[in-house]
């Protein structure tokens, strides 16, 4: 079983920035595809990047150019370095993992097996 564990939302202002960060409890984080997905109330969930275990990465269109997702191997995290939010950024977050092997970066939630709890990220205007 794999454990993730999200940590890092919190409210801040739009045009603000925020560092997500998910814990990786078996294996190392690179073994897996990893990706952040959000939900906002009344809204389906929706995949906002994804880091495949090659490098390669996707973005969805709306956070292209500020969102930046990585690794820190030496703390088996993923990141998630959000700049110049906005107020439709506001949404729970939620990490998630797809075990070896995947095609590439994908951001559908049904590719992925692990899921975290979630952390909250609101932004006002």
């Known amino acids: 079983q794999v454990y993730l564990v999200e940590s890092g939302g919190g409210s801040v202002q739009a045009g603000g920035s925020l560092r997500l960060s998910c814990t990786v409890s078996?294996?190392?984080?690179?073994?897996?595809?990893m990706a952040w997905f959000r939900q906002a109330p009344g809204k389906e969930r929706e995949g906002v990047a994804s880091l495949h275990t090659s490098g390669s990465m996707r973005y969805a269109d709306s956070v292209k150019g500020r969102f930046t997702i990585s690794e820190d191997m030496t703390e088996n995290t993923l990141i998630l370095q959000m700049n110049v939010l906005k107020p439709e950024d506001t949404a729970m977050y939620y990490c998630?993992?797809?075990?070896?092997?995947?095609?590439?970066?994908?951001?559908?939630?049904?590719?992925?097996?692990?899921w975290g709890q979630g952390t909250q990220v609101t932004v006002s205007s």
């Open positions: 078996h294996n190392t984080v690179s073994s897996y595809t």
């Open positions: 998630a993992a797809r075990p070896w092997p995947s095609p590439g970066p994908t951001l559908s939630e049904y590719d992925y097996t692990y």
